[in-house]
């Protein structure tokens, strides 16, 4: 059994550790209160913009207009952007999306290029045998709309020049702060939502030009929500993550408090055996 001063030391490793967990408990739950109002605040304006793409699609019904992000090719080379952190102590965030990821990889019979945003996802996949073509690291945990336009910019020059024929968003989808859903959603070549039936716009300038300006500013808003959800998921992640960790160092705790009180009593029943070993063997 180890000495009452091993376990005394011990006890104080814990209880500090412990006082860490719970402080980083406390500033994901505030960064999470943050986060998801972003996300809130973002969904509404991503679903309004696909009601405009929807009345686009249903004005050029009788026309011929085409635009490059709507084009559909044979695909050839699939890219994944997969959304992850750039910290761990987040519970199985990053490990869900890598998973996901892995599965969709091994099951794909086409070429596979990765765009990897955040470090956990980047540094996994750099042991892989798929290609990253693309990393963006360092985004904080405020991502802002200019980061997510780079990312959308790229993804959409890769689109274009021919390296990639379709593209899928990786991300962790936030349901709460204990549950964090990963998702996979298509992001080029854009789908045309179905038509709607609601009320009648004029358009000026014409569709086809307005096309030109929507489409590149639909992936962006894509790309930002992602961003927005996965870093709310992030949070939730680390607070439950953080407050496993310090209930489990208080049972800890308790039971090195037990051992410890075990070992003390032990001390001073061997040594009230000596004593009194000691007086009979006087007499």
Do not use: W
């Amino acid at each position: 059994m180890a000495g009452v001063r091993d376990i005394r030391r011990r006890i104080r490793s814990v209880r500090n550790m412990q006082q860490i967990t719970k402080a980083m408990k406390m500033v994901a739950a505030a960064k999470l209160r943050k986060a998801q109002d972003k996300v809130i605040s973002a969904r509404p304006y991503a679903r309004q913009l696909q009601e405009v793409l929807a009345r686009l699609a249903q004005a050029n019904a009788n026309t011929d207009v085409t635009h490059p992000l709507l084009e559909e090719r044979l695909v050839k080379t699939v890219g994944y952007v997969i959304i992850t952190s750039d910290r761990g102590l987040c519970g199985g965030y990053n490990a869900n999306l890598i998973r996901k990821t892995n599965g969709m990889i091994s099951e794909e019979t086409r070429e596979v290029k990765l765009v990897a945003v955040g470090r956990k996802g980047r540094d996994f996949f750099k042991r892989g045998k798929v290609e990253t073509i693309a990393e963006f690291v360092g985004l904080g945990d405020n991502p802002s709309y200019a980061q997510a336009k780079e990312i959308a910019q790229e993804v959409i020059s890769l689109y274009q020049g021919g390296e990639l024929d379709e593209v899928y968003l990786i991300y962790n989808e936030f349901v709460s702060a204990i549950t964090q859903r990963p998702t996979q959603i298509k992001l080029l070549p854009i789908e045309q939502p179905k038509e709607t039936h609601g009320k009648e716009y004029i358009f000026e300038p014409s569709p086809a030009e307005i096309l030109d300006s929507l489409l590149p500013k639909y992936v962006e808003t894509q790309v930002y929500r992602t961003l927005l959800e996965g870093k709310a998921s992030e949070m939730g992640a680390k607070m439950t993550a953080m407050g496993s960790a310090t209930d489990n160092a208080k049972d800890l705790i308790d039971r090195l408090t037990l051992q410890m009180n075990r070992a003390r009593q032990a001390a001073i029943t061997k040594e009230i055996s000596e004593i009194v070993g000691g007086a009979a063997a006087l007499e």
